[in-house]
């Protein structure tokens, strides 16, 4: 069975952090890219990060940049979000899908054809 698995997602207070798990079942993630996505209530679904194959190519949202960094460990098959310094905005259910490569457009990282994981509920609050 082909899946995406996130994990990590919880409350956390503002300034605090998360690390965020995409773990893969049934396929390797070794040739794929892998984006981040978050859709918070009443609000379209935003592009947040993307790492390729290689990890060679990273993309950060201009809303997470400096604060969240993606990276990969083909050997235990998952991929991570590391996310510091949360903001109540960052509040919202996070995905991680798969594509070949990380495709963006001027607007940014819009979409992945690939598999896509449940979600994981992030929510910052004091």
């Known amino acids: 069975q082909v899946q995406l698995v996130e994990s990590g997602g919880g409350l956390v207070q503002p300034g605090g952090s998360l690390r965020l798990s995409c773990a893969a079942s049934?396929?390797?993630?070794?040739?794929?890219?892998i984006g981040w996505f978050r859709q918070a209530p009443g609000k379209e679904r935003e592009g947040v990060s993307c790492?390729?194959?290689?990890?060679?190519?990273?993309y950060y949202a201009d809303s997470v940049k400096g604060r969240f960094t993606v990276s990969r460990d083909n050997a235990k098959n998952t991929v991570y979000l590391q996310m510091n310094s949360l903001k109540p905005e960052d509040t919202a259910v996070y995905y991680c899908?798969?594509?070949?490569?990380?495709?963006?457009?001027?607007?940014?990282?819009?979409?992945?054809?690939?598999?896509w994981g449940q979600g994981t509920q992030v929510t910052v609050s004091s």
């Open positions: 899908a798969t594509d070949f490569q990380c495709s963006l457009s001027p607007y940014g990282l819009e979409y992945m054809s690939g598999s």
């Open positions: 049934g396929f390797t993630l070794d040739y794929y890219a």
């Open positions: 790492i390729s194959s290689s990890a060679g190519t990273t």
